[in-house]
């Protein structure tokens, strides 16, 4: 993952409701006529296309999830006038056959969650204005992702993504510094607009230093107040530090390393007392780009009545492939892992191995093993697949609980991207 805040603009995300006449009207209201014209006609068009099939084996289901899907990305940035410019992304997801998977909205029971409902929606649409010394400011539906995506992510690993609402402020005036600031009203979450779940109302403010002038490595601070409008007993506020880099050893050898440590309580509406700490500790060695990683993630249990949560991130990076804490149990969560990476005849490769444990008592949550494969032709195309297992180790009685079962996921697919 890279450790860069960065605040992208042409390629993945998905939608809810900001209109494109919204968007064109703000832009028109601020621009004359024929610089707008000029600006449209001299735009930058861009495409991004996945296909994947993925298959879901996961017990207490009479049937396996089958999923082929599409998904196609068009966007247009316009040039810039007035230090004004535009971007409107519009996404489309389909299911290439029968919809042999639940997708969340269709009914499929029987089946696993594969969240990649068929759907089209308006993924982003912002102007972004650039007249301010070493500031960049963006209003409007946009892809937002800070240091490793652990907090604010866009959960670019799905086919309809997720994107925010809201203002952001990017500035660098400050020497090696990226200070990102923002106030973001609703997130368009994965499972897209035709779910009740498809938005998450919110007034979420935003601030994250990033300062580099490390000579081996990067130190970011950070806060998160997220007010969550119909869910007030999950508003939390969070503040954390995060320095991560490596540190030439000898020869082609270097050592690698991240920690992290974050503090979460009760925010705004949020009538429970919470007090409950994340960290991350992560070591390893990197060989002529051969890398091997130990690491613990830790996302704390208050008295094991409620658990550190994550809720805009991107999940799917963290705690395993096979998505069994996509949020937290009550009684929190210990991630030990290895992993062991590389390239290979310009194949990059990938393994992993988690042990999941409980942060309070001895729970022990299971196991999981996964491998990946990824070759890129000319910075375009991408192909890719990949494997996880994971081994509920009978941790719970009750076969409801996603940590209690069984799951065995499979993943190929090719991407383009223009």
């Known amino acids: 993952m890279s450790t860069q805040s960065t605040l992208t603009t042409p390629l993945r995300s998905p939608a809810g409701k900001v209109s494109l006449a919204v968007a064109v009207a703000a832009f028109s209201g601020v621009i004359c006529a024929d610089p707008i014209t000029d600006a449209i006609s001299n735009g930058t068009p861009s495409l991004d296309t996945r296909y994947r099939y993925e298959t879901v084996d996961e017990d207490t289901f009479p049937d396996d999830a089958r999923a082929s899907t599409l998904r196609a990305r068009l966007g247009y940035e316009t040039a810039e006038v007035g230090n004004l410019k535009g971007y409107l992304e519009m996404e489309h997801a389909t299911s290439v056959g029968p919809e042999n998977y639940n997708s969340t909205i269709n009914g499929r029971d029987s089946r696993p969650i594969v969240a990649d409902p068929t759907e089209t929606e308006l993924n982003q649409a912002y102007l972004a204005y650039s007249g301010l010394s070493d500031t960049r400011l963006t209003i409007g539906r946009q892809r937002l992702k800070l240091d490793n995506d652990r907090f604010i992510g866009n ?11 809201g203002t952001t402020l990017i500035n660098t005036s400050l020497p090696d510094t990226t200070i990102t600031a923002g106030y973001l009203h609703n997130a368009n979450r994965i499972v897209s607009d035709a779910s009740p779940k498809g938005d998450l109302a919110m007034k979420t403010g935003i601030l994250n230093g990033q300062y580099d002038g490390f000579d081996y490595g990067s130190l970011s601070a950070y806060s998160y107040l997220v007010a969550l409008d119909n869910k007030p007993e999950e508003s939390t506020q969070t503040y954390g ?36 700490d994340y960290y991350m ?6 060989y002529a780009g051969v890398q091997f990683k130990l690491g613990q993630e830790v996302l704390g249990s208050d008295d094991g009545d409620t658990a550190f949560q994550t809720p805009l991130a991107t999940l799917h990076a963290f705690n395993g492939f096979t998505d069994r804490f996509l949020s937290s149990p009550d009684a929190g969560l210990v991630d030990r892992y290895t992993s062991l990476s590389g390239t290979l005849n310009g194949v990059d ?40 297992s994971y081994d509920a180790d009978g941790f719970s009685q009750d076969s409801s609980s996603p940590f209690n079962r069984d799951t065995d996921k499979g993943w190929v697919w090719v991407q383009a991207s223009f």
């Open 281 to 286: 500790l992560e070591a390893g060695v990197d």
């Open 241 to 276: 530090l995060r320095y991560t880099g490596n540190a030439p050893l000898a020869g082609d050898l270097s050592a690698l390393y991240t920690l992290e440590y974050a503090h979460q309580s009760d925010y705004d509406d949020n009538t429970r007392d919470l007090d409950q």
């Open 349 to 388: 490769l990938m393994a992993v191995y988690h042990e999941f444990e409980s942060d309070e008592g001895s729970g022990d949550y299971g196991s999981e093993a996964a491998l990946q494969a990824t070759y890129r032709i000319n910075g375009t195309y991408t192909l890719g697949a990949k494997y996880a």
């Open 155 to 165: 959960v670019g690993w799905r086919q309809n993504e997720q994107t925010f609402d």
